[in-house]
Nanobody, 119 residues
Framework: QVRFVESGGGLVQPGGSLRLSCAASRFTFSFSTYTMGWYRQAPGKERELVAGITRDGGGINYPDSVKGRFTISRDNAKNTVYLQMNSLKPEDTAVYYC??????????WGQGTLVTVSS
């Protein structure tokens, strides 16, 4: 299984911004061929997809809850995917994960990075 490491989370006030990073191992082969996704899971809730990105860097799969506020991007040379989050709301509070688009419970998941939106 391909595994990724998330970083960049933290405490931010409502209306603030944060950028998350998702790094693949330096030993990962063919990262540029992966369709990637950012997911989040709030306490007591199921994990949900918040953004997907194609091999060429096109953003897809934004749910209505984040459209216009979140932007996904990638740098294939660095084996990294980013999630820019603007106008953050308390309901965005969750642990954020990255993985292959379509990954499920039986796949390998990292620790995620915690985003807390609170005043």
């Amino acid at each position: 299984q391909v595994r990724f490491v998330e970083s960049g989370g933290g405490l931010v006030q409502p209306g603030g911004s944060l950028r998350l990073s998702c790094a693949a191992s330096r030993f990962t082969f063919s990262f540029s061929t992966y369709t990637m996704g950012w997911y989040r899971q709030a306490p007591g809730k199921e994990r949900e997809l918040v953004a997907g990105i194609t091999r060429d860097g096109g953003g897809i799969n934004y749910p209505d809850s984040v459209k216009g506020r979140f932007t996904i991007s990638r740098d294939n040379a660095k084996n990294t995917v980013y999630l820019q989050m603007n106008s953050l709301k308390p309901e965005d509070t969750a642990v954020y994960y990255c993985n292959l688009l379509g990954a499920g419970p039986r796949d390998a998941w990292g620790q995620g990075t915690l985003v807390t939106v609170s005043s």
